[in-house]
């Protein structure tokens, strides 16, 4: 079983539509990741949280806001998404600030698709 | 800038077969972490290896083996006796030891098939 569990697996949502991504991990890592990834290709960073403080936005469009709660907890926003944002979304988490030799866990994704 | 090459795209060989992923990377930096990730149909990426660039050291783990060789910036994978189970996309990354964000800068991905 993965240790960060992603929620929901499958999403299919409307441009018009307001729907959330939900990320939860209990390892106690306090660094935390949304990856964006197309079909066959490698994931993208998003975002980045670093003790629950928003350390890197990778230039996201404003449609995807993302959410740290707790140090548990991490939920994307979605709002007036456009079918090319369908894709795989995965997150992931690591131990203490996000550094080079950080190892992320990544969860198993919640799939968009924008209709 | 820093890339990381995985010039493979597709794999395909036959169970118990040995099968070697090349990786090769850039970077200016001369401290760097290399990882190997594999990405089965479930979608969840599972960390395989991380090695700092300070030690070149070979590894084996069970049927996996990573050959970390400077001179020529690669990092390569192989798995002997391949099993349909290892059937994946395997991705090669690369963080670089300067970095505050454990942004990885991946390669394009090799999909391995291995047919029983």
């Known amino acids: 079983d993965t240790e960060v569990t992603q929620t929901p697996k499958h999403l299919v949502m409307g441009m018009t539509n307001k729907k959330s991504l939900k990320c939860e991990q209990h390892m106690g890592h306090r660094a935390m990741y949304w990856y964006k990834q197309k079909a066959k290709k490698p994931p993208e960073l998003m975002f980045v949280y670093s003790y629950e403080k928003l350390s890197i936005n990778e230039s996201v469009p404003s449609r995807f806001s993302p959410e740290c709660p707790n140090s548990s907890l991490l939920n994307l926003h979605l709002h007036a998404l456009q079918p090319e944002d369908s894709a795989l979304y995965l997150c992931?988490?690591?131990?203490?600030?996000?550094?080079?030799?950080?190892?992320?866990?990544f969860g198993a994704g919640s799939r968009l698709t924008v209709l | 800038a820093q890339k990381v090459t995985q010039a493979q795209t597709e794999i395909s060989v036959v169970e118990k077969e040995d099968v070697t992923l090349d990786c090769v990377y850039e970077?200016?930096?001369?401290?760097?972490?290399l990882f190997w990730y594999k990405q089965p149909p479930s979608g969840e990426l599972v960390f395989l290896i991380r090695r700092n660039s300070f030690d070149e050291q070979n590894e084996i783990s069970g049927r996996y083996s990573w050959n970390f060789q400077k001179s020529t910036s690669s990092f390569n994978f192989t798995i002997t006796a391949s099993q349909v189970v290892d059937s994946a996309v395997y991705f090669c990354?690369?963080?670089?030891?300067?970095?505050?964000?454990?942004?990885?800068?991946f390669g394009q991905g090799t999909t391995l098939q291995v047919k029983p």
């Open positions: 970077t200016r930096d001369t401290t760097y972490y």
């Open positions: 990354a690369l963080t670089l030891g300067s970095s505050n964000t454990g942004k990885l800068i």
């Open positions: 992931a988490s690591s131990q203490g600030r996000g550094t080079g030799a950080n190892v992320l866990t």
